[in-house]
């Protein structure tokens, strides 16, 4: 009697954290960068860390979100670095976006190894290798419960994958625009060089750009202050900080209007 009674309970609970995600978030964006898919001292792809990446994103779908990733790919070719060796700008932006696409099927690869569903779909297309990107056929697979990897940055140079994802997140009508870093949110300075840096857990877009956070560069803070699409912070390296951000929990740094 006592297992069955706890079974109920925890079926229950649950059902509740089921419900609680979905009223918190329907639909998210979540940012990967290259660096997110390796290990902290190195640059070559890390598959059991986008592995379990995977399992965080798994888990968060199951509670009911639906879920769209924005990937970066200065882990393999930084186009800015690129162009500053001599590459064209306008060239080296583009060899950027065709990274992207290789930390966009990496992650497929490890989403589909769960059963999970994913498309991956590209701002530049790579035709027979990954689709083109449209807002249609990106709603349309959310909504049918698939992942989707949306790789290209926003198919123009000059624009970084942060900008991407803040577009992205606006076109989709995602709830918010979760970002993965290094550190565990905003702060006055980097924590790494200097230990006694202020964290911040709450920001005002314009605090942001005002004091030169670098919290992500100016022109995606500005298309998510315009759209109030709020922005979450936050460590990706922790283990579940990638379910706990998409589910909504209190995580990072919280980007937006005051309430």
Known sequence: MAKTLRLVVLQDLRLENRIIAIKKHKRVLLKISGEGFCSESS??????????????????????????????????????????????????????????????????????????????????????????????????????????????GTGSPYFTTDTAAALRAIEIGADAFLKGTKVDGVYSDDPIVNPKAKKYNRLEYMEALNNKLNVMDA?????????????????????????????????????????
């Open 219 to 259: 022109t995606a803070i500005s298309l998510s202050m315009e759209n109030k699409l709020p922005i979450v912070v936050f460590n990706l390296r922790k283990k579940n900080n990638i379910y706990k951000a998409i589910i909504g929990s209190k995580i990072g740094t919280y980007v937006g209007c005051d309430k």
């Open 43 to 152: 640059s070559v792809i890390d598959i059991p860390k986008c592995d379990l990446i995977a399992k965080e994103i798994s888990s968060a779908r199951a509670a009911g979100v639906e879920i769209a990733v924005v990937v970066g790919g200065g882990n393999i070719i930084r186009g800015s670095k690129l162009s500053q060796s001599g590459v064209e700008r306008t060239r080296a932006d583009q060899l950027g976006m065709i990274a992207t696409s290789i930390n966009a099927i990496v992650l497929q690869d490890s989403l589909e190894k769960l059963k999970i569903p994913t498309k991956v779909l590209s701002a530049i297309e790579i035709q027979g290798i990954v689709e083109p990107y449209t807002i249609h056929k990106c709603r349309s697979f959310l909504e049918k419960g698939f992942i989707v990897v949306l790789a290209g």
